[in-house]
Antibody, heavy 121, light 111 residues
Framework: EVQLVESGGVVVQPGGSLRLSCAAS????????MHWVRQAPGKGLEWVSL????????YYADSVKGRFTISRDNSKNSLYLQMNSLRAEDTALYYC??????????????WGQGTLVTVSS | QSALTQPASVSGSPGQSITISCTGT?????????VSWYQQHPGKAPKLMIY???NRPSGVSNRFSGSKSGNTASLTISGLQAEDEADYYC???????????FGTGTKVTVL
């Protein structure tokens, strides 16, 4: 059974930093591209970032470019999102999502349950 | 990159068919056949319902179908059931600096 379990979400002050993690199991992690998608409370979905199967390619939404960094450790079946210079508008539930292939298709067939990041003073 | 435009809500009676529209531009929906649809029940993670405009993943009911005309994609749910009540989001690859965008979301209510 495919499982994606996010962690690391907390309350953080504006300008602060945070690192989210996603532990994957039930599939061959290094065969697939992975994504982060977020959802502000009561709002819609927003794609945040993706990383290719080998970590060689990364892409970001304009809203987080230069502040967030996606990475993965295939030896640990884990995905990460380093979030710096956090703003109030980054407050959201952050989902880890699995692409359907190793080359990014932007189709997500499995999602975690999300980890909540709250940026507030 | 702005979100794709969807109606805020659509409703229908059990057994009826409903269609949700998703309007973008020639830089996203109209320019690529990389449109997908997700269903999200309250408090749950989204579920992939349609990809590549009209393909259904294994396990998704054939009551769900997708199509596209110009800059507008559509999701049709036929034989509406109570369990279909949820939020639905379209999404598309884009040629902008943000390579992927979701729609604004549509709340489907089964009357």
């Amino acid at each position: 059974e495919v499982q994606l379990v996010e962690s690391g979400g907390v309350v953080v002050q504006p300008g602060g930093s945070l690192r989210l993690s996603c532990a994957a199991s039930g599939f061959t992690f290094d065969d697939y591209a992975m994504h982060w998608v977020r959802q502000a409370p009561g709002k819609g979905l927003e794609w945040v970032s993706l990383i290719s199967w080998d970590g060689g390619s990364t892409y970001y939404a304009d809203s987080v470019k230069g502040r967030f960094t996606i990475s993965r450790d295939n030896s640990k079946n884990s995905l990460y999102l380093q979030m710096n210079s956090l703003r109030a508008e980054d407050t959201a539930l952050y989902y880890c999502a699995k692409d359907i292939t190793g080359i990014p298709t932007y189709y997500f067939d499995y999602w975690g349950q999300g980890t909540l990041v709250t940026v507030s003073s | 990159q702005s979100a794709l435009t969807q109606p805020a809500s659509v409703s229908g009676s059990p057994g009826q068919s409903i269609t949700i529209s998703c309007t973008g531009t020639s830089s996203d929906v109209g320019g690529y056949n990389y449109v997908s649809w997700y269903q999200q029940h309250p408090g749950k993670a989204p579920k992939l319902m349609i990809y590549d405009v009209s393909n259904r993943p294994s396990g998704v009911s054939n009551r769900f179908s997708g199509s596209k005309s110009g800059n507008t994609a559509s999701l049709t749910i036929s034989g509406l059931q109570a369990e279909d009540e949820a939020d639905y989001y379209c999404s598309s690859y884009t040629s902008s600096s943000t390579p992927y965008v979701f729609g604004t979301g549509t709340k489907v209510t089964v009357l």
